[in-house]
């Protein structure tokens, strides 16, 4: 699962902390965008924590600091700097490791393995499935005679594939219902942008067993193995997306796409939402290192830059100009996920 959650990065929601300076004991909002009064007066919290929950005062106009102040972030070492910037990326690497941990030791590391077909766990009602005489549990094993793959997601996809290219044209499934074999014949509906649709839930045919840690040893063991293969695996997708965009585009989603995810799991299984909150944190690590401005990636480039300039910073116009637009970019980009992920929802869908 790849969810692009530049949107949700736009308000740079990760929470950075600053060593104290002698002046100020506690570091508060410098962001253009400070929203509210303050919440906290001894914190500086703003009371509508958006823009930043807690920022730095280097470009606050308020803020009554020298602004020569050794201990100002803008005035800090480069190397400083450059950590302090990427603490938040290493505070969602270090959380999700932490949540694949902590569900290592309570509920056991889920092992799943895989078998032919694809599974039905949801039928809508009045929808071309429920209609045709699909059932909640069933294994559909074939399409038009061409048997679905073993491995997982992409059984799942081609078969999303074809039923979106069948609209009101009739398919023959081949189903399992406990121990026989049926055939069904199912006619997709057809949507609104004119593919096909049969009003199902899709999901892998796995079956899942846990493994339990011996000691504490073996949980550390498990976890290590569980979140390099997840690190992997956003990699590798954020990898596909890029090398493959006009093809993945479309998969881009934003928060309304991830928040249904997250309601699909929690009804599912329980034990997801673990694999899911790790995910989710290893992608807003993966994204927000990106060059992009904005983004801790885009701040951590500047620095670079100023580096190779031999500790020259970009003229201070210039590395506005660059954030104004990357701001300007990243908040579009989020407000039109937000309008395809809201039209792509079930309910949208039906009222369309």
Not at 202 to 222: G, Q
Not at 249 to 260: F, L, Y
Not at 312 to 317: C, F, T
């Amino acid at each position: 699962m790849w969810c692009l959650l530049m949107c949700v990065e736009s308000h740079d929601m990760v929470q950075k902390v600053y060593p104290p300076t002698q002046r100020e004991p506690w570091p508060h909002i410098g962001d253009p965008d400070k929203f509210g009064p303050c919440a906290l007066a001894f914190m500086d919290h703003t009371a509508f924590p958006l823009g930043g929950f807690v920022g730095f005062p280097d470009n606050d106009p308020d803020s009554d600091i020298p602004v020569d102040d050794k201990n100002l972030l803008k005035n800090r070492p480069i190397l400083d700097r450059a950590i302090v910037i990427s603490a938040g990326v290493m505070a969602n690497i270090v959380f999700a490791y932490a949540i694949i941990f902590v569900q290592v030791l309570s509920v056991g590391l889920p092992v799943q393995e895989a078998f032919p077909g694809v599974l039905v766990p949801e039928v809508r009602a009045f929808s071309a499935a429920s209609r045709d005489g699909i059932l909640p549990g069933d294994v559909i094993l074939q399409v038009d005679g061409t048997e679905l793959p073993k491995s997982g997601p992409n059984a799942v996809l081609e078969l999303v594939d074809v039923i979106k290219k069948s609209p009101k044209r009739s398919l023959a499934f081949k189903i399992e219902r406990g121990k026989e074999d049926l055939e069904i014949g199912v006619t997709p509906d057809e949507n609104f942008d004119g593919t096909g649709k049969i009003g199902v839930q899709l999901s892998p045919n796995t079956k899942f067993s846990k493994v339990i840690p011996k000691n504490i040893f073996e949980a550390f063991s498990y976890s290590g193995r569980e979140f390099w293969g997840l690190s992997t695996n956003v990699l590798d997708s954020l990898k596909q997306t890029f090398l493959n965009f006009s093809q993945t585009a479309s998969k881009v989603s934003g928060p309304v796409a991830i928040i249904a995810v997250g309601a699909e799991v929690a009804r599912s299984n329980t034990d997801g939402l673990y694999q899911f909150a790790a995910l989710l944190n290893l992608n807003l690590a993966v994204i927000n290192l990106l060059p992009l401005p904005a983004l801790d990636g885009g701040s951590l480039a500047l620095i670079l830059i100023e580096a190779a300039r031999g500790g020259r910073k970009l003229p201070l116009e210039i590395e506005q100009r660059i954030m104004s637009s990357g701001i300007m970019v990243v908040v579009l980009l989020g407000l039109f996920l937000i309008v395809k992920d809201t039209l792509n929802l079930d309910i949208i869908k039906d009222i369309l």
